[in-house]
């Protein structure tokens, strides 16, 4: 699955969250640049990206930041086994 | 332009992808950099465009170091020529990977590979970038939260790097009983052997657990900067 991304980095948070199927990468491809003409227009400071996993989770795993904040990251790796 | 640029990528981002399937692995790919993050980049490293290595790329997160050795020998295997690029021993502001840049008809494709710890750090620090501070990432920002990030980079790469003694001491078992083995030594001798490499083993679980303990202790440490920075965050809003 492809999804595209336009987070905002000061606030930590998610602006837009799309997903795609695999054959709509063009369409995908497409958005991502009309997103970042409007915000360079507009002289909106946020990060547009396009990113391919096998699914939600695995995004989630990979790229918590867009997805979580400092704390709840740091939960994920803390009480390790013992 | 740069947008036809970015999407030329395609076809050797993919060939690079499909490799690290059949490897069974499943990748979280970047399909291209942000135009953003491109133009940053430029100013920051002052480099041409053509110069860039992470265009395109994906990431690989495995569970321990172990896993990491194997997984880039693997990749070494599938893309011959390839460069490696390993932060874990040389960290780059206390991040810690192996980046493989693999080259697919004149394309280089960047493939992180980070065991679990390593990507746990890697989103700590990006994400206090993002929030805090974007010099974070580059050794800036408070000294506070940047002594514990440059702390705990230096507490994953201990734990990794005895993550490592029980499988050499395996291995080492291993090999020296199919030497002895093949010079008739007896099994008296072998148990002499198996009991050295047990010692080494269980010597190694106990500095492991020590880790662990201190690991936690690190972790609440920096669960009371996360709130001691909210606080300042919060006051720096009201002002």
Known sequence: MIFLIEYNRREGSIATFRDFDDSQRREAEDLRLDIELV??????DHEVVLLEAESQDALRRTHRRYFEDLRQILKSGSGRDQ | MLDDYRRSFGEAYEAVVRTIRQRGEFPTGRLAKSTR???????????????????????????????????????????????????????????????IIAEISGKPIEIQVRTSLQHLWAELSEKSSDVLDPTIKYGGGPDYWR???????????????????????????????????????????????????????????????????????????????????DERRLKEQKQ
Request: charged share 25%.
């Open chain 1, 39 to 44: 915000l360079n227009r507009k002289g909106v």
């Open chain 2, 37 to 99: 993050s491109i133009v940053e980049k430029l100013h920051r490293e002052s480099i041409r465009l053509s110069q860039m290595q992470d265009i395109a790329g994906c990431r690989v997160v495995v569970m321990d170091v172990v896993q990491q050795e194997q997984f880039v020998a693997s990749l070494k295997t599938d893309f011959p020529g390839a460069s490696v690029i390993d932060r874990r021993n040389n960290p780059s502001y206390g991040y810690r990977a192996v980046h």
């Open chain 2, 147 to 229: 002594n514990i990030l440059t702390l705990s980079s230096k507490a994953v790469a201990s734990y990794e790097n005895l993550e490592k003694v029980p499988v050499v001491a395996l291995e080492n078992w291993k090999k020296s009983i199919v030497e002895l083995r093949s010079q008739y030594v007896t099994e008296p001798y072998e148990e002499l052997l198996r009991d050295e490499e047990l010692r080494i083993f269980m010597k190694a679980k106990a500095e492991n657990l020590k880790l662990v303990r201190a690991w936690n202790e690190l972790a609440d440490v920096m669960h009371g900067a996360i709130s001691w920075l």
